[in-house]
C-alpha cells in the first residue's frame, strides 16, 4: 500500500499560479499511473491531469495549456503546476495511485 500526501494548496488570485506536490511513501511508484483530482463544492470528484506509464499525460479540457504534471521518481513525487488560475478551478484537489487516495489540499480562487 503506498502512502500519499498532498501539498501546496492555498488561496490564489485569479490569474496566479500554484505548485502541488503528491509525495509517497511505502511503496515506490515510479512508472505507475498517477492521478490528480479535484471536487468542488456540491460536485462531483473529476479528473484533472493524469502521468501515464512512460510518462505520457493526460489533461482535462478545462485545464489543457494552464495545468502541468510532471513526475520526480528520485523524490517519489508528483507535481501539478496550475498556472492562470481561475474561480472554477476552486476545490480540494487529491492525488491518487491505484486504489489509494492522499487526504486532499484545499485550492481557492478568487475573483
Known amino acids: 500500500q503506498v502512502q500519499l500526501v498532498e501539498s501546496g494548496g492555498g488561496l490564489v488570485q485569479a490569474g496566479g499560479s500554484l505548485k502541488l506536490s503528491c509525495v509517497a511513501s511505502g511503496r515506490d511508484f515510479s512508472g505507475r499511473p498517477v492521478g490528480w483530482y479535484r471536487q468542488a463544492p456540491g460536485k462531483q470528484r473529476e479528473l484533472v491531469a493524469q502521468?501515464?506509464?512512460?510518462?505520457?499525460?493526460y489533461y482535462a479540457d478545462s485545464v489543457k495549456g494552464r495545468f502541468t504534471i510532471s513526475r520526480d521518481n528520485a523524490k517519489n513525487t508528483v507535481i501539478l503546476q496550475m498556472n492562470s488560475l481561475k474561480p472554477e478551478d476552486t476545490g480540494v484537489y487529491y492525488c491518487?495511485?491505484?486504489?489509494?487516495w492522499g487526504q486532499g489540499t484545499q485550492v481557492t480562487v478568487s475573483s
Open positions: 502521468i501515464l506509464s512512460g510518462d505520457n499525460t
Open positions: 491518487a495511485v491505484g486504489m489509494s
